[in-house]
């Protein structure tokens, strides 16, 4: 073959060479990542697909940002807020820790003026403009979000834990436990002596706090006294403190309040509750602690029940945010979302709470 003839089949070679050389190379960019910068159209490289993931993962509102430090978009300056009296060892836990991770988001619990602290109380502070955001032991009423929307003001809520309601009795009170049924009939006043319910012949003495205290009265009067009125012969007192103390010095004493302030309690007596006889769950970690152990030992949460609903009274507790566009609702969301994050919810469970994620 001649050079001349040679020339163009050498041509063809280097052009078919070349070809598949550069389109190896633009393979091998986009599979490696390389191909498009941020911000260019077409097929996203890996390491986008990467940063979107982790963008994603760190969204406080999927609890997997692990510290406070962490959590974005928090504003500066002093937030009032408050509500529930359940929340008060949340609080001691949580919130000097936030402002140890974040000093430009300072904290400032308002008590109510002329009325209980509680979360009704706290909502209808958050509504008239008087917090930036709320905690409740209870959902919103409809009402609620009624009253809110009147004032052109949109609720929203978030749940950041779970609690449940524990039943105490005097130590002293040799009983299993209690049905839901039989727990209506003592507040309800139909069941006056011990011996109703399989107990000694003993006068029971129910106590609670006022109706008007909050979440945990609304909550245990539509949940086991179905939107009844407390029997005549049930005695209110003013916090869970006095209550704690009247049981202990009344033999046939009942109370019940939030299970993290009742469980742990050195001179009362957390009761098993059932939803049928004989299947009674304890709000306590079996076994049964003894006063005479106390304080050196204390009663734990029955975690597992609470998360499983296997303990027939549980709740929510939830941060009630003013969706208003404001700095508060900024407020109200960053401190849900600092709950939220891993170190929250060890917070809470170090508080006596349940994590909810």
Do not use: H
């Amino acid at each position: 073959m001649t050079q001349k003839n040679d020339t163009p089949a050498l041509l063809l070679a280097f052009l078919i060479t070349a070809g598949l050389v550069g389109g190896g190379f633009w393979w091998f960019t986009q599979r490696s990542g390389i191909g498009l910068k941020s911000g260019q159209t077409g097929q996203t490289s890996a390491s986008d697909d990467s940063t979107a993931s982790n963008r994603s993962s760190n969204s406080p509102t999927q609890g997997t940002v692990e510290g406070f430090a962490s959590v974005q978009s928090v504003p500066s300056g002093l937030f009032n807020y408050g509500g529930s009296t359940s929340w008060a060892p949340l609080r001691l836990a949580v919130d000097p820790a936030i402002q140890q991770a974040r000093p430009e988001f300072r904290l400032r619990y308002v008590e109510p003026i002329g009325s209980p602290p509680g979360s009704s109380t706290g909502i209808r502070m958050l509504i008239r403009d008087e917090l930036a955001f709320a905690q409740s032991s209870r959902p919103l009423l409809n009402q609620e979000y009624q009253q809110a929307e009147q004032r052109g003001v949109k609720l929203k809520q978030i749940p950041v834990a779970i609690d449940g309601l524990a039943v105490a009795v005097n130590p002293s009170l040799n009983i299993p436990g209690l049905t839901i049924a039989q727990l209506q009939g003592i507040y309800r006043g139909q069941i006056t002596n011990w011996s109703q319910v399989g107990g000694p012949d003993l006068k029971v003495q129910p106590f609670t706090r006022p109706i008007q205290a909050g979440g945990t009265i609304e909550l245990f009067v539509e949940e086991i006294l179905q939107g009844g009125a407390f029997g005549a012969n049930v005695q209110t007192v003013s916090t869970t403190t006095e209550a704690l103390r009247k049981l202990a010095a009344n033999p046939g004493g009942i109370y019940f309040a939030s299970a993290p302030e009742v469980v742990p309690q050195c001179t009362i007596k957390p009761l098993p509750l059932g939803r049928r006889s004989g299947e009674y769950v304890p709000p306590y970690r079996e076994t049964l602690v003894a006063p005479s152990q106390c304080p050196g030992q204390r009663n734990q949460l029955n975690v597992e029940a609470f998360q499983s609903g296997q303990y027939p009274i549980t709740r929510s507790l939830y941060v009630v945010v003013k969706q208003n566009g404001r700095v508060e609702e900024q407020a109200g969301e960053a401190y849900a979302n600092f709950l939220l994050t891993n170190q929250g919810q060890e917070l809470i469970a170090r508080s006596g709470f349940v994590k909810i994620r």
